[in-house]
């Protein structure tokens, strides 16, 4: 009896640590949702207001590519810091990517990447988001690519 009773407990104590190493390991790779949606929500009011300080807060650099169109063609480059952001605020962050931006829904692609896309004639324009090294969203990437 008592050697049934001593398996018992350590069968017990088993689904137990196994509960909380799977909550855990949930916590630590499980979906990001509500912490996404906080993000995004600075990110929207951000866009609204215009801010561009805000804005450049939330975008982690240095960025690899960053999409502009200038007259027609589309370039994409690299954006090494914030002050060079901010310098160029108005080529980088244009009203027509703001506008569309606060009409587009943001779309899961993995529990650490979120995307925002849209159409326009034969383009297609992208924020993308990810979770990163600083453990919070950030913007990583924009794109424009045909349709």
Not at 19 to 34: E, M, N, V, Y
Not at 80 to 85: G, I, L, M, V
Not at 108 to 130: G, M, P, Q, V
Request: one cysteine or more; glycine letters at 4%; a neutral charge.
């Amino acid at each position: 009896m008592k050697s049934q009773s001593k398996l018992c407990n350590a069968a017990f104590v088993g689904l137990l640590l196994a509960s909380r190493a799977a909550s855990c390991f949930a916590q630590q790779s499980g979906l990001r949702d509500a912490e996404f949606r906080a993000f995004y929500s600075g990110f929207t009011a951000a866009v609204k207001a215009n801010d561009k300080n805000k804005i450049a807060d939330l975008i982690e650099f240095p960025v690899k590519d960053w999409s502009i169109e200038r007259k027609g063609n589309v370039e994409t480059i690299p954006i090494k810091d914030k002050a060079e952001f901010l310098a160029k605020y108005d080529l980088f962050f244009t009203p027509f990517m703001r506008s569309h931006a606060l009409k587009a829904e943001p779309k899961r692609a993995s529990d650490n990447h979120y995307t925002l896309i849209w159409e326009d004639a034969d383009a297609e324009f992208s924020f993308e988001f990810e979770y990163g090294q600083n453990q919070s969203f950030r913007v990583t990437a924009f794109l424009i690519g045909p349709r």
